[in-house]
Nanobody
């Protein structure tokens, strides 16, 4: 059993910052890529940022220069530092991780329940 638990969402004003955290727990042998996705009401889920186990990152064009993804492999945790937040960043943010539960098992894709970020004046 694997769980991803997000935290750090909330209500902020435009221009402010938030940091999201997501920790994976349970039966985990290794974690490959981790990432953040978001879904606004009426929209499809979209990629925000991803990070590999070696630290290579990828960002959506809409957040480049404002968001920073990082991870702590010892804690199985991924972070998303969000600066200069805009109303269009309002969404439910979900953590994603590719996890191998045993040494020679395949990687499976896991999702957290989501944390709400609302940017409004």
């Amino acid at each position: 059993q694997v769980q991803l638990v997000e935290s750090g969402g909330g209500l902020v004003q435009p221009g402010e910052s938030l940091t999201l955290s997501c920790t994976a727990s349970g039966s985990i042998f290794s974690i490959d890529a981790m990432g953040w996705y978001r879904q606004a009401p009426g929209n499809e889920r979209e990629l925000v940022a991803t990070i590999t186990s070696l630290g290579s990152t990828n960002y959506a064009d809409s957040v480049k220069g404002r968001f920073t993804i990082s991870r702590d492999n010892a804690r199985n945790t991924v972070y998303l530092q969000m600066n200069s937040l805009k109303p269009e960043d309002t969404a439910d943010y979900h953590c994603n991780a590719h996890i191998r539960q045993r040494r020679f098992a395949a990687f499976n894709n896991y999702w957290g329940q989501g944390t709400q970020v609302t940017v409004s004046s």
